[in-house]
């Protein structure tokens, strides 16, 4: 492809993404998938450049004077962001082959006036509405922590499965594979590696053998203030993808040693599940009572979508863990035998995930101030009667992926109105579990607003996170 049937392609694929829910990567390789003819290095360029606008994508909306459609943010982005002149943007939409038709007077004369002063809102690449939330949260921060949220691209980091190997033993395997893992600063269990170039994680023998898990730091410290140990009853109460689920099965199993890595069994080990059979014909009964085992944890992870659990199986098997996959009713039915049962109890609730925009920035443009208040709404039912699980002594960890206030806090505060049961647990206390770095511990501590702990990419290098510790007093 040329260079200008590829400005062309990435006009399209930007317009797909917006007349789409789907992930801007899913959109990328569904064109890639339709369009053969396009080479690694002509998808790899038009990925690069649905990104670069996306992520800037209000000052490109504001510099081409209101429009959003994706020839406009092209052709601004070659002005802003490439510093073209005029003549070489031109050149590149001459309409000849399969490049964009020639410039309007209109595109010509925006790419050439003065931007004149940005909006603070254009400046920082956020959504107008969120910056008041940022401002409130982070004060004279706020442009920092906009910028390191929007601009940057995420690193990839894996959770190293220690149930069934070592961080030092994975280390050595990446090495082996010709990749340069560090360790993340406060999880423990945590390697993080460069998304430049993206490596395919899923293809690496360490993957396939269940050693580690693709899962941001801020997920996995998520995870470590649960305090989970080996004997306790846990609810995952908002499953999802199932990142926090296997997170939390790793907690309940011994660690593994080097001696015992190399003793292990090859085969891996059997998921039962109540929803569904184990892929060996076992007969499975609906919602069966758990029974104590000698070792690991009683792990019942919930959901509203028996998709979602469906997908989390292989994954147990992989890893060599086990839970059960639990279909939750829409009214928060079908956890009658686990009520004041649960030693913890994890919410990981439904959020707008913007801590997550430096990974999906299109998610940044899409969400709508009606949308955070349902949100929030739904988080406070949610919260309340996931509480009803927790029995007393037992711990309730509340947590988001979310870096506004409408959902973190203001449903914190709404909880702890309504359930007087419930008292607040350091954060400070909560660090003392496993698989927490001493870091983690210091720079954590200093973090944390009594019981509440909010994680960003400008103030400990993950994705946005959010979470409140709670005990059952009463």
């Known amino acids: ?248 099965a790793m907690l309940g199993q011994p660690v593994a040693t080097k001696a015992a890595v190399a003793e292990a069994p090859a085969a891996p080990v059997a998921v039962w599940s109540p929803v569904g059979g184990d892929g060996q014909g076992a007969v499975v009964q609906p919602k069966p009572k758990a029974k104590p085992v000698e070792m690991g944890v009683r792990l019942f992870a919930y959901d509203v979508v028996q998709k979602r659990l469906d997908n989390i199986r292989p994954r147990l098997t992989r890893a060599g863990v086990s839970a059960d996959l639990r279909l939750l009713g829409q009214n928060g039915g079908g956890v009658e035998d686990l009520v004041r049962q649960a030693d913890v109890v994890l919410v990981d609730a439904p959020c707008s995930g913007s801590g997550t925009w430096r990974r999906r920035p299109e998610d940044a443009w899409r969400l709508k101030p009606a949308e955070v208040e349902r949100l929030h709404a739904l988080q406070v039912q949610i919260l309340g009667r996931a509480a009803e699980l927790v029995k007393p002594g037992g711990r309730l960890v509340f947590v988001t992926c979310s870096m506004l206030r409408g959902e973190n806090e203001a449903t914190a505060d709404a909880f702890e109105e309504n359930n007087p049961a419930f008292s607040p647990v350091p954060v400070a206390e909560a660090l003392k579990a496993a698989n927490l770095t001493d870091a983690a511990r210091e720079r954590l501590g200093e973090l944390a607003e009594g019981h509440r702990l909010r994680l960003s990419p400008a103030s400990t290098g993950t994705d946005g996170f959010f979470a409140a510790v709670y005990e059952r007093t009463a």
């Open 1 to 248: 492809m040329t260079p200008a049937a590829r400005l062309a392609a990435a006009a399209s694929v930007l317009d797909s993404i917006a007349h789409s829910r789907q992930p801007a990567e899913v959109v990328l390789k569904a064109w890639g998938a339709a369009n053969r003819y396009a080479g690694s290095k002509d998808r790899r360029a038009i990925a690069d450049r649905v990104y670069k606008v996306i992520r800037a994508r209000g000052r490109l909306v504001w510099a081409m004077g209101g429009r959003e459609d994706g020839r406009a943010l092209v052709i601004g982005s070659l002005s802003l962001i490439d510093d073209l002149p005029l003549d070489e943007i031109e050149l590149l939409h001459s309409g000849e082959g399969y490049g964009p038709r020639p410039l309007s007077k209109q595109e010509r004369g925006r790419i050439t006036s003065a931007p004149g002063e940005l909006p603070g809102w254009v400046a920082a690449g956020l959504p107008e509405f969120v910056v008041e939330d940022f401002k409130i949260t982070f004060g004279d921060r706020w442009t920092e922590e906009a910028h390191e949220l929007m601009a940057p691209r995420a690193p990839i980091d894996l959770r190293v499965n220690l149930a069934k190997t070592t961080v030092a033993g994975v280390e050595a395997e990446l090495v082996e594979a010709g990749l340069s893992p560090q360790r993340t600063p406060w999880s423990a269990a945590g390697l993080r590696m460069s998304a430049e170039p993206p490596p395919n994680v899923q293809a690496l023998e360490a993957f396939k053998q269940g050693h580690i898990e693709i899962q941001d730091e801020g997920s996995q410290v998520a995870c470590w203030l649960t305090g989970v140990e080996p004997g306790m009853t846990v609810v995952d109460y908002c499953a999802g993808g199932g990142g926090k689920t296997l997170g939390l």
